[in-house]
């Protein structure tokens, strides 16, 4: 006996005629009779299969295991009283209950992982830094620096012969196989050095304008080498590679997430190279103790770089909150004096770093120019 | 633009029929697609699917958006039945790590050859089977969605050889490019009669009898305009130029502090003129071009048949760009968060715009076995071409 019937929809999945059905709902199975016809067909409820429950307007989908082809539509009015007659068989993968339950493991797994991979990640990529065959990083710092450099290189030969000089004093604590490229360009307003893979050393003539001694000029150029012998700046190029791939697997298609994830990874990579520039200044000061040259010339170029930063903006670096300071590439000039002011032990008898017409001939090493 | 229009082929219900005789109510009889996804369901799916992919690292993007179509397919109605669609996110992450294999052993030459001679312009020739993994990435992912996409119990299939098609698409792209786009129709025409001759529901061929030539008058008008558009811009942007020259001398002259040489660069009245160069032609390229997208998408939806059935498209420019304008004001006004409210303007769009026209209860339309096992879109996903989307 019938305990329920209702109208539906129904293909056989061999033609595409539609039929318009009534269905009873038995016991055990429910029965489609098609209108106009005296055919029927009986479907065991273990037999159902839900292919989509129904979301109104649009109706449940269902087949039967006997022919997956088949379709029957049941509208949402019909369907929650057919629904519990129906095994939990019925309901495959997709029921929605199930899936949170299993998406809630999932995630938090997921969670786990992903905190794992921004943990580890940047750090695997530093690793592989060291893989990079020396021909290669020669190259990439190249490429970086033709890119982004684009000022005349000062040529003077004394100049140049002094600044050799300097860098081959300095040379003496390294204990990597670097091909130094040291190069002065013409960039007056520019006070800023930097070190590019593959010995590349780069230093804006504003430098050279801003120092008071030759021991000024060398204690940037340790700082600059210190970052070479540490390769510095691999490291930060395949830790960025590492923390942009991650985060791009994780955000790739969120489109508005994206954004997020970049700003996360700048914060991530510019906390890092924080550590580097304190590493940086560690090992330049070796380096200019090694060489016997006087390393408070570091400490004194910083001072006065902090002097004019006060007097050129009013306020100087040390004003500002210590969440400006961890979001700065480099850290506090002040802090950076401290540092290196406690490594300072003794007074020693340092020798001059460049003569006096050395020290010229560097401070006019762009009135020739090549490009 | 033109996906949706044929995205999801044909769909609707049926909204007229008069009493007349059987064999000429057969041809008349136009049915209307119906479409009524739910703005809020879709957003829910969607926010899901973001915040599955933040967990998940994005794998689950391929069940997500399976989850999306299966939505968006059951809601659309032609003549009181929905449509399915049968794929699987099993299927597009199979699919998507098949299509990462094929673009890793196809980029690897390129890669070696570049690291033995990191100089050398040779090891760019590595780079052209390039040119065929975009047709073919776009065409089995064709063949993928339009054999998953099934109504009334019946499958759509679309057949034909990727390679045949790469071919036709490059060779098309050639064409375009020596004639100048003078012969964008017959390109735009040939690529879609690929497609249609080689589409199939049930038992039943499409055939399209579309032609490059019925463009041609509305392309050649809306392509001179474009270029007479272009020259306009081209003496806006030198207008433009001059007035920021004008301003910039000022600041010399009188030494005026760099805003007020702002107040003088803005008040300049060739810089309007300019900017008038600029904008006009910003807004009105898009919409002249649209002229010829309608003029298209009637050629190609209106020439379009299976079997006895026809299809008509109702688009207009104004309605075309009503939507376009709108859509890139709620993109633009919600930051990329009324997406789903965008994808629901298109499908309604479409729906409303789309008849069939003929006989849709015969009981002659068999299912056929699957043709071929269609891939699923794996270097279509690789690619990044999806919009990330549907």
């Given amino acids: ?371 | 633009m033109s996906t949706i229009a044929t995205d999801q082929v044909f769909m609707g219900r049926q909204v007229t029929e008069e009493a007349q005789p059987d064999e000429i109510r057969r041809h008349l009889t136009t049915h209307r697609i119906a479409y009524d996804g739910q703005t809020g369901q879709v957003y829910k799916i969607w926010l899901l699917n973001i915040v599955m992919n933040i967990f998940t690292l994005g794998i689950y993007s391929f069940w997500g958006k399976t989850r999306l179509r299966q939505y968006v397919a059951g809601a659309f109605k032609l003549n009181k039945d929905r449509f399915e669609y049968t794929g699987t996110g099993k299927e597009l992450f199979v699919g998507f790590l098949k299509g990462m294999l094929v673009f890793f052993v196809l980029y690897l030459p390129f890669m070696v050859a570049s690291f033995i001679a990191p100089d050398a312009v040779w090891p760019l020739v590595f780079l052209i089977p390039f040119f065929y993994v975009l047709p073919v990435a776009l065409y089995s992912a064709w063949r993928y969605r339009i054999s998953r996409i099934q109504w009334r119990g019946v499958r759509f299939e679309l057949d034909g050889s990727v390679m045949k098609y790469a071919g036709i698409f490059l060779w098309r792209w050639l064409i375009n490019i020596i004639s100048l786009g003078i012969l964008i129709p017959y390109s735009d025409i040939r690529i879609y009669q690929y497609i249609a001759d080689n589409a199939y529901y049930g038992d039943i061929a499409f055939r399209f009898e579309g032609r490059g030539k019925n463009l041609m008058a509305i392309h050649l008008a809306t392509y001179s305009i474009i270029i007479g558009l272009f020259i306009f811009v081209f003496y806006g942007l030198q207008l433009m130029a001059a007035s920021f020259v004008t301003a910039q001398m000022a600041i010399g002259q009188q030494d005026l502090s760099f805003d007020e040489a702002l107040v003088i660069f803005f008040s300049n009245a060739s810089f309007f003129a300019a900017l008038t160069c600029i904008i006009v032609p910003f807004i009105l390229l898009p919409m002249i071009r649209l002229i010829y997208k309608t003029a298209l998408i009637h050629e190609i939806t209106n020439h379009l048949y299976a079997g006895e059935i026809g299809f008509k498209s109702t688009i207009t420019t104004f309605a075309l760009i009503k939507l376009k304008l709108g859509n890139f004001l709620i993109l633009i006004l919600t930051l990329g968060l009324g997406l789903p409210v965008i994808m629901q303007r298109n499908l309604r769009f479409f729906a409303q715009h789309t008849q069939v026209k003929g006989n849709l209860e015969t009981s002659s339309i068999k299912q056929t076995a699957s043709r071929k096992p269609a891939d699923a879109e794996g270097l279509h996903a690789v690619m990044g071409l999806d919009s990330g989307f549907i």
Wanted: with cysteine; hydrophobic share 40%; charged share 20%.
């Fill in chain 1, 1 to 371: 006996m019938a305990l329920t019937a209702f109208e539906a929809r129904f293909f056989d999945g061999k033609t595409a005629r539609p039929h318009q059905v009534s269905v009873e709902l038995h016991a055990s199975r429910l029965r489609i009779s098609m209108s106009g016809e005296s055919c029927s067909s009986d479907w065991l409820y273990k037999e159902i299969v839900v292919l989509q429950q129904p979301i109104p307007p649009q109706p449940a989908m269902l087949t039967s295991r006997r022919n997956m082809a088949m379709r029957l539509y049941i509208e949402p009015e019909n369907w929650f009283s057919f629904k519990t007659k129906l095994p939990k068989t019925a309901f495959p993968a997709i029921t929605l209950s199930t899936r949170w339950r299993s998406l809630a493991g999932y995630a938090g797994l997921s969670v786990i992982f992903v905190l794992a991979a921004v943990a580890a990640g940047p750090r695997l990529f530093e690793r592989a830094s060291e893989l990079i065959p020396p021909s290669t990083e020669i190259q990439i710092g190249k490429m970086a620096l033709d890119s982004s450099i684009n000022h005349p290189v000062c040529a003077a030969p004394q100049g140049k012969a002094a600044l050799d000089k300097l860098v081959l004093m300095l040379k003496q604590g390294i204990t990597r196989d670097i091909p130094f490229n040291v190069r002065v360009v013409s960039a007056d307003e520019t006070l800023n050095a930097l070190a590019a893979p593959g010995g590349h050393l780069i230093i804006f003539s504003g430098i050279l304008k801003k120092a008071d001694s030759a021991e000024e000029v060398a204690g940037v150029l340790a700082h600059e080498m210190a970052h070479l012998e540490m390769n510095h700046p691999m490291k930060s190029l395949m830790r960025n590679l590492g923390v942009t791939l991650t985060l791009h697997m994780m955000f790739g298609d969120a489109g508005v997430l994206s954004n997020t994830a970049h700003f996360a990874g700048m914060i991530h990579q510019l906390h890092y190279s924080r550590e580097d520039e304190l590493e940086a200044d560690k090992i330049g000061y070796a380096l200019l103790e090694k060489a016997n040259i006087d390393p408070s010339g570091l400490t004194l170029f910083f001072e006065r770089i902090q002097q004019e930063e006060t007097k050129s903006t009013g306020h100087s670096y040390s004003n500002r909150s210590d969440l400006d300071e961890y979001f700065s590439t480099h850290p506090h000039t002040e802090q950076r004096i401290n540092t290196l002011k406690s490594n300072a032990t003794t007074l020693k008898n340092y020798r001059q770093a460049l003569d006096d017409s050395e020290w010229q001939a560097l401070k006019d090493i762009c009135s020739e120019q090549a490009d």
